[in-house]
């Protein structure tokens, strides 16, 4: 079963704006991830956010993560055209097999130039 | 470079064939991992596989097997028991000092 689910489902903006996208899921994580994946290619992991952690930065990224609400968000500054993609959250079950992920439903950018 | 390789790339399979996907890596990473991807939608677990010669059932394992005789290699059968079997197929890998996965390219499989 799915354990994220992501909202939007489908998200468009003009370049340099910025793209808000968020992650919900139901069980107590061990860490939570996100992935990109250009349309019919593999997924890329962009960033990893520990239980114990609230915020993460890399680049022009910003994670949040609130485990009291079971949510997390992604934050992606100035957009470029090149960011349009699918975005998705994963997350490690506490206690469960540390490196066993579940997807979420994913959030499809669109960039317009 | 070090990565993951899928292939093929397309793979077309008639009603009632079972079909290979190969996944190889050469990251050196003990974790190997089967996705299914539909159109619009996230990605369920079939399989995965921690160590050589062990391997898991995910979420949707139905009409799919596996093996680990290699750390480099999991390969995905997809059966004549799996009935809906069209669908966008991503293997992946994960070591114990990486973050992350690391993801293969996929294999897109038609049934014809």
């Known amino acids: 079963s799915q354990q994220g689910e992501e909202d939007p489902q489908a998200l468009s903006i003009q370049e340099g704006e910025n793209a808000t996208m968020n992650c919900s899921y139901k069980?107590?994580?061990?860490?939570l991830q996100w992935y990109r994946q250009n349309s019919g290619r593999g997924l890329v992991h962009l960033i990893l956010?520990?239980?114990?952690?609230r915020e993460k930065h890399s680049g022009r990224l910003r994670v949040t993560l609130d485990t009291s609400k079971k949510s997390s968000s992604l934050l992606i500054t100035a957009s470029r055209a090149a960011d349009t993609a699918s975005y998705f959250c994963?997350?490690?079950?506490?206690?469960?097999?540390?490196?066993?992920?579940?997807f979420g439903t994913g959030t499809l950018l669109a960039v317009q130039p | 470079d070090g990565g993951i390789t899928q292939s093929p790339k397309y793979l077309f399979r008639k009603e009632g064939q079972n079909v290979t996907l190969s996944c190889e890596q050469n990251?050196?990473?003990?974790?190997m991992y089967w996705y299914r991807q539909d159109p619009g939608q996230g990605l369920r677990l079939i399989y995965y596989?921690?160590?050589?010669?062990?391997?898991q059932k995910g979420d949707i394992a139905e009409g799919y097997s596996v093996s680990r005789e290699k750390k480099e290699s999991f390969p995905l059968t997809v059966t004549s028991a799996q009935k809906n079997p069209t669908a966008f197929y991503l293997c992946?890998?994960?070591?114990?000092?990486?973050?992350?996965?690391?993801f293969g390219s996929g294999t897109r499989l038609t049934v014809v």
């Open positions: 992946a890998s994960s070591g114990w000092d990486s973050v992350g996965y690391t």
């Open positions: 069980t107590s994580i061990n860490n």
């Open positions: 956010i520990r239980s114990n952690e």
């Open positions: 994963a997350t490690a079950a506490y206690g469960g097999a540390t490196n066993k992920l579940i």
């Open positions: 990251l050196n990473h003990d974790a």
């Open positions: 596989s921690q160590i050589v010669n062990d391997f």
